[in-house]
Every structure is written in C-alpha cells, then in structure tokens.
C-alpha cells in the first residue's frame, strides 16, 4: 500500500468517525446547529491552515516555558470543568483573566483604521496582514518550504474579537491553500457556530504555514521560522482571546506549565489572553471528548461576556 492510498483510507476512516458521530451522539458536547457555509468568493480573504492533528496530541518539547502569569487558570489537562449553574448566562471562571469589557482591555484599531481612500496619486497601501501573506508565499526560512505546493495563512475577519490557532496545514490545505476543509475544519466550523459566530467571523492561522511531512507535529526550528508570521498576525488582529487548537500549539504559544498540563488552561501570549483546548482532529478520533471541549469553549464565551446556548 503506498503512501497515497494510506492517506485516503485514513481521509475515509475520519470522514465515517465524523458521520458516525453526526448520527448516533450528535447530542454529545456540541449542540445541534445548522454548520452550512458560505462559499468563499474571489475576494474573500486568504485563509490559514487546518490543523495538523492526524497526530494524536503529543508529549511537549523539552524547550523551558516561560512562567504563566498569575492570572492564569491551573486547571487540569484531565478534568472538565464544572458546568455553570445557570447555563442560559454568562457565569464566572474561576482565575480566569480579567473581562474584556474592561475599557484598558479593548482591542488595539487595525493598523488601517481611519486612513482614507488614495487619492489618484497615490499608490493604495497594502495591510499588515496582506504584505505578511505575501512574504509568507516566497517565503524559504526552513525546510517545509522544500515539499510544500501552496502556502496557507489564515481566513475570516481582521478585526475578529476571537482567534483560532492548530498546528499547520494538512494535505488538503497545502493543495487548496485553504483553512480546515476536511473532516476536521468541518468540525470546527460546527464548534465555531455552536458558539454563536458565524463561520468567517472569526480569524483562523496556524503557528507553521507549509505543511509538515505525513502531517507530522512542527518542529521547534519550524515553529521559530514561523513565528514572526505569527506574532504579526496576532499584534494585527488584537482578539480579545485567543483559543489555542491542540497540545503542539499549546506547546508553541506557551501555555503549557511545568507540569505538563494545557486543556482548560487560560494563558497570555505577547499580550493577549489564550485558552488551550483540543484539535478538532483529536476530537473526531476521540468523540467522547467533545463534551469536554465543550466546557473549554463555555469558558471561553464566559470570558468573553457571550451568552452560553442552551
């Protein structure tokens, strides 16, 4: 069996989980919401990577973290968090960061607001995110430019008061150079609507824009070539919140403590306030955990001073 028919019968094993689990324990972790989506157009913005994934969630890298601050939450990697008491209301996290709606905790403007149309002189400037995509698609800094057919770097919105972030693109998106368009990024876009976003209302990149080889988790010197990519998405978009997709990005972003706990933690990174949860692709091989990422993505509407649906 070569390589291309082990990645097709692993595509159709994950594509029945997913069916499986739409039929037989669709109320589990998730609730039933309509996850149709609108197809993008032309001019929709480029989007980042689906998560890598395959790869179960794996042990963190030997590389020293730097301390979490004192607001971050200890919860553990092993055990849900309670549910809220009234889950039709927003409900208090325990040590979790202070609320958005803090005046000091507003999102800084996009680097483009207030700037006025180019008159015909001038030369219309590009955005942040634009010249990064840009230098992102010639970009050779590390060996995944080598096997790489398209460069994937994000999708949705700019401005997005919630951000996405996995691993790195897997097969499908290093040939479509789209975000999540497999069995996984379908599952996103179903936790993405349960939450009450629409699909491209929030903003979605990945830590490394070409795909690993046989969607292996990055390697550090990937990850540090990278992360300039990164942190320029970050500092652009300003999220209110950041939900971290999986231990490989956990371990990327530093949300990982010392002793080795990550789900359910709440985090910060240049700045801004993250929240660890699992991949998607975990969780369609791993269904019974839905309804603990459930509980991550309540919290995570909880801080954000969101409504939690019924």
Not at 39 to 45: E, M, N, V
Not at 235 to 262: K, M, N, T, Y
């Amino acid at each position: 069996m070569d390589e291309i028919e082990r990645e097709y019968l692993e595509l159709l094993r994950a594509t029945r989980a997913l069916i499986a689990w739409e039929r037989e324990v669709a109320d589990v972790g998730f609730p039933d919401v309509d996850v149709s989506a609108p197809r993008l157009s032309a001019s929709s913005p480029q989007p980042a990577a689906e998560g890598i994934g395959q790869a179960s969630e794996r042990a963190p890298q030997t590389a020293s973290k730097p301390p979490l601050p004192a607001s971050a939450s200890p919860s553990s990697a092993s055990s849900e968090p309670k549910a809220p008491a009234s889950p039709g209301a927003p409900q208090a996290v325990a040590n979790a960061p202070a609320s958005p709606s803090d005046p000091a905790r507003a999102p800084t403007p996009h680097p483009s607001a207030g700037r006025g149309a180019p008159t015909p002189t001038q030369r219309p400037q590009l955005s942040v995110l634009e010249e990064k995509r840009r230098e992102v698609e010639t970009c050779r800094a590390c060996a995944l430019a080598e096997g790489r057919q398209k460069t994937v770097f994000s999708r949705g919105r700019e401005d997005a008061q919630l951000m996405f972030i996995g691993e790195g693109p897997g097969e499908k998106e290093d040939l479509s150079g789209l975000p999540f368009v497999g069995p996984a990024g379908q599952l996103l876009d179903r936790m993405i609507q349960a939450m009450g976003y629409a699909r491209d209302e929030v903003y979605i990149c990945n830590v490394v824009k070409c795909r690993p080889p046989k969607n292996r988790a990055p390697r550090p010197d990937e990850v540090e070539a990278c992360r300039h990519f990164l942190d320029a998405q970050i500092e652009a978009v300003a999220p209110e919140l950041i939900i971290v997709l999986g231990r490989s990005a956990a371990e990327a972003l530093r949300v990982i403590d010392d002793h080795g706990q990550w789900r359910g933690r709440f985090g910060t990174y240049r700045g801004r306030t993250t929240l660890a949860t699992y991949h998607p692709s975990f969780l369609l091989r791993s269904p019974e955990q839905k309804r603990v990422a459930w509980s991550d993505l309540k919290k995570a509407l909880t801080f954000l001073g969101r409504p939690i649906p019924r």
